[in-house]
């Protein structure tokens, strides 16, 4: 079965918001930043996403400002297209179509119509060699527009961004390896600048990133060993200079000039933001301790706010060098995941490694980070070579009630430390709460671990190279959540001397299946051993129950390239086929089950029913790399998904990380068609005002309009009210004063009487006391007396004057009894 296009592989949450340097909007309210196939907006005070710009079909490379419209950015893509946003609104603008997949862009002022790009020499994603070219922007209608005007500009450029405008866009200076190279466009003539590649005291000079002072002729280009250097003269080839600045210890990552040229930010390895002083280089500032490395830095147009990316995902916003008024966190990508990807039972959130010696909970519907739990609890140092505690497994039970982590590390010279710990979920904190520690549980290396799904106990089973498996039991299963629950050693198992690799419970926690060597044992919970199942030559690499109608079957992997699938209930191979599976998940909403191949560099995935020989659902060249951690995560809503080869992605969502460590999964038509349908709903009216009151309270107002008075007919204000669109739609600054406005404003709202405006009164109306008519009848008699009497009033019946009906006397006695002295009061003003 072939992959079918109506599913799609995606970025969907946990992105890299640190790829590329952010961009920080002229009033300093909002943080763009480039986050998988889309960009985001983040309010710079509350932290949350205000739009997600969606658009692009491949990785957002780079974002920058509109010059000419502080209000719109400019995005590219290694889908080969630029794209203008209004990011206020959230709305795409235009789209260019370039044709190169594109890594990098630049804008300057001085260059309308204009923007730079870095795309390969050769136009194809796997070329190592790029160029910097000006992409001439025409001017259409059109929303998607080509631009095929291109010209070089500079080549042999880096990728990632390491080039910078010079004072009022005369020239572009970039850096890669050890060159440094300057363009100038009003000669057309470039001058390149080399570096030896060290000297004797083991200098690194290669060029990690480079900043033009906005005002002056000088470039400050970042390095290897954690030189800072400013060159000036270099519009002669021979008689340049630099000087140099030396405070990191690491690699300077980037740098940036403050827009007034006054300072100069620095940051790299050692976490640290320092602020230099351009007139003296002496004095320095430091903001220390913002996390994991520096890698971009932005600065706000007026200077005030600064912003940095960090390699642990997050960006930092730093208000004047001093203070941190928030901190905008990612999905923490670490060098590898060593946890594996899990599912809170809980919060549905995805858990894995995080920051050195924690677990982050990750919110994938939100896309944000909920909290990080500190499982090491000691304090983290960043220096290379340094033996530290590492979380390095993790399992929860089926309720959520707990979890148990294994940290570990290995000191030169030393035996391997160990320590088994159980987390206990706390109500109050709505956290896990430290229970037990268990130190030194195996005499060595813990490979697996899991929670037995039986509801009648709580169970944990941890597996190690020393030969064993081990089955905790909690003591006071009474009362799981007291403080006197602890748990204890149950039972000790092993097979022939055999080192155990991987273990795993059936969905109702009545069989164990244990995995030593080429040995696959199945224990019962009274620790009997039921069966043992071989397979041809080949450690079990990983072991998984089948799930509802699919129980019986027991599937493993080898490392001879071989997938197995046992009947349990006679205890022999069903069947067998020969394919590399690097890693095996099952549903545990359902009997399907995922499997990832390593074929050729790339995975392959194929998900499949044990029962059935042919599978539901395959997509060749998933990614590049092994896909060594994956999970299915359960809906909040069920899809209702038509498609056959579909309606496996109705009850759970399947995510994994590539080798690079993008998180990725599946997208079908059906649930980009309901958000779709979900934002549509958002849209209202052109002729009604949008604002929060109307969202908040529009729809139910209509809803309980209809259910009190379902045959009213709806009175129709004034449509187009010259007054009503002044007011509200006209910017505040250029508004005549209020007392102007205010009485014609207030005419504007009365409702002009009309025939057709006539309604006919509820029988409940009418049905009124003799007494109240009685006095209404006096009432009227006694005004047409004090208007002339009843003569004043027989020419007028005699002319055809309509006599009042009984409704319309009670209307006119209820509008009597009104006060109308505040209309006066508006009138006058």
Not at 216 to 237: M, P, S, V, Y
Request: some cysteine; hydrophobic content about 35%; proline content about 4%.
């Amino acid at each position: 079965m072939m992959a079918h296009a109506e599913i799609r592989v995606v970025h969907r949450g946990g992105s890299k918001i640190n790829f590329r340097e952010p961009v920080i909007t002229n009033d300093s309210r909002f943080i763009l930043c480039a986050s998988g196939e889309s960009v985001k907006v983040y309010s710079s005070s509350s932290e949350e996403c205000v739009h997600d710009l969606q658009g692009h079909t491949d990785l957002v490379s780079g974002i920058v400002r509109n010059p000419s419209n502080h209000l719109q950015v400019y995005s590219c893509s290694a889908d080969g297209t630029v794209r203008l946003w209004d990011f206020t609104d959230g709305i795409l603008i235009k789209t260019f179509i370039i044709g190169y997949p594109i890594y990098s862009i630049y804008v300057s002022e001085n260059h309308g119509g204009v923007v730079f790009v870095v795309v390969p020499m050769a136009n194809d994603k796997s070329s190592e060699l790029f160029q910097l070219v000006a992409v001439h922007l025409p001017r259409s209608e059109d929303q998607e527009v080509e631009a095929r005007e291109l010209s070089a500009v500079l080549c042999d450029v880096s990728p990632s961004g390491a080039a910078s405008f010079g004072r009022e866009g005369e020239y572009i200076a970039a850096a890669k390896g050890l060159k440094l190279e300057v363009f100038f466009f009003k000669k057309q003539k470039s001058y390149r600048f080399f570096l030896k590649p060290g000297n004797k005291k083991g200098a690194k000079n290669a060029f990690t990133c480079v900043s033009c002072h906005p005002k002056e002729d000088c470039i400050a280009t970042g390095h290897e060993d954690g030189k800072i250097r400013l060159w000036r003269n270099f519009n002669q080839k021979k008689e340049y200079t630099y000087s140099t600045l030396h405070w990191h210890h690491g690699a300077v990552n980037t740098l940036q000039f403050t827009p007034e040229g006054t300072n100069l930010l620095s940051g790299g390895i050692e976490s640290v933001l320092v602020q230099w002083r351009y007139t003296q280089a002496t004095q320095m500032d430091f903001l220390p301790r913002l996390g994991g490395a520096i890698t971009h830095i932005a600065v706000s147009p007026d200077g005030s706010l600064f912003c940095t990316s960090h390699s642990d995902n997050k960006i930092t916003i730093i208000q004047s060098c001093v203070k941190v008024p928030a901190v905008i966190q990612g999905l923490v990508k670490g060098e590898g995941v060593r946890t594996n990807l899990m599912i809170d039972p809980r919060s549905k959130a995805l858990v894995l490694n995080g920051k050195p010696g924690h677990l982050q909970f990750y919110s994938l519907h939100r896309d944000k980070l909920l909290y990080n739990l500190d499982i090491v609890q000691q304090e983290y140092i960043h220096e290379e070579g340094l033996d530290q505690f590492e979380v390095v497994r993790a399992a929860f039970d089926a309720r959520g009630d707990w979890l148990a982590t294994v940290e570990e590390r290995t000191p030169k010279g030393s035996e391997l430390e160990i320590n088994l710990k159980m987390w206990a979920y706390d109500e109050k904190t709505q956290s896990f709460v430290l229970n037990t520690t268990v130190t030194a549980p195996h005499d060595d290396q813990i490979t697996a671990m899991c929670f037995s799904p039986s509801p009648e106990t709580t169970m944990l089973v941890t597996i190690s190279f020393d030969g064993h498996f081990k089955a905790w039991l909690l003591a006071d299963n009474s009362d799981t959540k007291a403080e006197g629950a602890s748990w204890t050693c149950d039972f000790v198992g092993g097979y022939h001397l055999l080192k155990p690799g991987c273990c795993c419970f059936s969905a109702d926690g009545s069989l164990l299946a244990v995995g030593f060597q080429e040995v696959v044992t199945v224990w019962s919970p009274s620790w009997e051993l039921l069966t043992t199942l071989s397979q041809p030559p080949g450690a079990i690499r990983d072991l998984c129950f089948g799930r509802l109608s699919c129980s019986k079957y027991l599937l493993g992997t080898s490392t001879k390239n071989q997938l197995c699938c046992w009947n349990l209930l006679t205890c022999s191979l069903e069947w067998s086929t020969s394919v590399d599976v690097s890693l095996l998940q099952a549903d545990p909403l359902s009997e399907n089950m995922a499997a990832f191949c390593s074929q050729s560099g790339c995975s392959d995935l194929f998900v499949f029913k044990p029962s059935e020989p042919l599978p539901l659902y395959s997509q060749r060249a998933l990614c590049t790399g092994k896909v060594q951690h994956a999970v299915f995560a359960p809906r909040d809503q069920m899809l209702e998904s038509c498609e056959e080869h579909a309606q496996w992605l109705n009850r759970s969502q399947l995510y994994f990380l590539t080798q690079h460590m993008d998180l990725m999964t599946f997208s079908t038509k059906t649930e980009e068609d309901r958000l779709l349908a979900s934002s549509k709903r958002l849209m209202v009216d052109d002729s009604v005002a949008v604002t929060p009151f109307y969202l908040l309270l529009g729809k139910h107002r209509q809803q309980q309009e209809a259910l009190t008075n379902p045959m009213a007919e709806r009175i129709q204000l004034p449509q187009g009210s010259i007054a009503i669109k002044e007011l509200l739609y006209t910017p505040a600054h250029v508004l005549p004063s209020a007392s102007f406005l205010c009485s014609m404003f207030v005419r504007s709202l009365l409702i002009s009487s009309s025939p057709a405006r006539e309604e006919k009164e509820p029988v409940e109306e009418e049905m009124e006391s003799e007494e109240e008519d009685s006095e209404g009848e006096a009432e009227l008699r006694d005004a047409r007396q004090d208007l002339g009497g009843s003569a004043a009033w027989g020419p007028g019946e005699e002319l055809g004057a309509p006599a009042l009906t009984k409704a319309q006397e009670r209307e006119l006695r209820r509008v009597k009894h009104f006060d109308h002295s505040w209309l006066s009061s508006l009138l006058e003003c």
